[in-house]
Nanobody, 121 residues
Framework: QVKLVESGGGLVQTGASLRLSCAVS?????MAWFRQAPRKEREFVAS????????SYTDSVKDRFTISRDLDRHTMALEMNSLKLEDTAVYFC?????????????????WGQGTQVTVSS
């Protein structure tokens, strides 16, 4: 069993930065961040493989967001820069039983409760 707890969300203005963290208990392999805006489906944001050597991003966050993980501290992070209004959503941390990464929700078996990110003008 894997337990995931997100933190770091908040209310910021456009152009600001935020760092989300995901505390992991249990054995995790590939991990990812997804987000869900009101009245929209949950969408892929970024993923990282089991040892952090490979990452993947959705096009809308490339060059602005950075995913990372600390295997010793059992944490995963999402550094978000140059935030835009359209980044407003609940952000979820996810963990997979697989070591490789995929951008689909069904690849991931465990989910956190989410943390709200709100970007205002």
């Amino acid at each position: 069993q894997v337990k995931l707890v997100e933190s770091g969300g908040g209310l910021v203005q456009t152009g600001a930065s935020l760092r989300l963290s995901c505390a992991v208990s249990g054995r995790s392999f590939a991990m990812a961040w997804f987000r869900q805006a009101p009245r929209k489906e949950r969408e892929f944001v970024a993923s990282i493989n089991w040892n952090g050597s490979k990452t993947s991003y959705t096009d809308s966050v490339k060059d602005r967001f950075t995913i990372s993980r600390d295997l010793d501290r059992h944490t995963m992070a999402l550094e978000m820069n140059s935030l835009k209004l359209e980044d407003t959503a609940v952000y979820f941390c996810a963990s997979s039983r697989y070591t490789t990464i995929q951008p689909t929700t069904d690849w991931y078996d465990y989910w956190g409760q989410g943390t709200q990110v709100t970007v205002s003008s």
